[in-house]
């Protein structure tokens, strides 16, 4: 009699975490990255100063399942109005996209119509976005 095999581990989340536009700010998302690879996400982090074409090209490439901003410099809605349609001409609607960061509760329902439909405002828990992140990542 043959033992049982053991299940095949499930396939880790692929995230990436993006720095958009101008922002020179990257402290809080060198932290929010620790705390993905810590909670087994496999996090694929771009650096300062990404434009909504490399964003992505590197989600695209990448094969990612999440599409993660770190937006401190103001900049999110026009970043993610821009990004929004590469992303779906790369055929990445089917997506998690969200955002973190310096984001006014007034910009909350446009980054939603856009499709980030995960919001995490500053000093939102690490944990809360960690959750999120595995409830709802396709």
Known sequence: MSSPTPAMPARRIRVLLAKPGLDGHDQGAKIVARAMMDAGFEVIYTGLRQTPEAVARIALDEDVDVVALSSMAGSH???CRKLKPLLEAGGLTDKLWMIGGNLPAQDH???RELGFAGIFPT??????????IRENAP
Do not use: N
């Open 109 to 111: 329902g446009a980054l």
């Open 123 to 132: 000093g939102s828990r690490l944990e809360a976005v960690v959750s999120y």
């Open 77 to 79: 809605l026009p970043f």
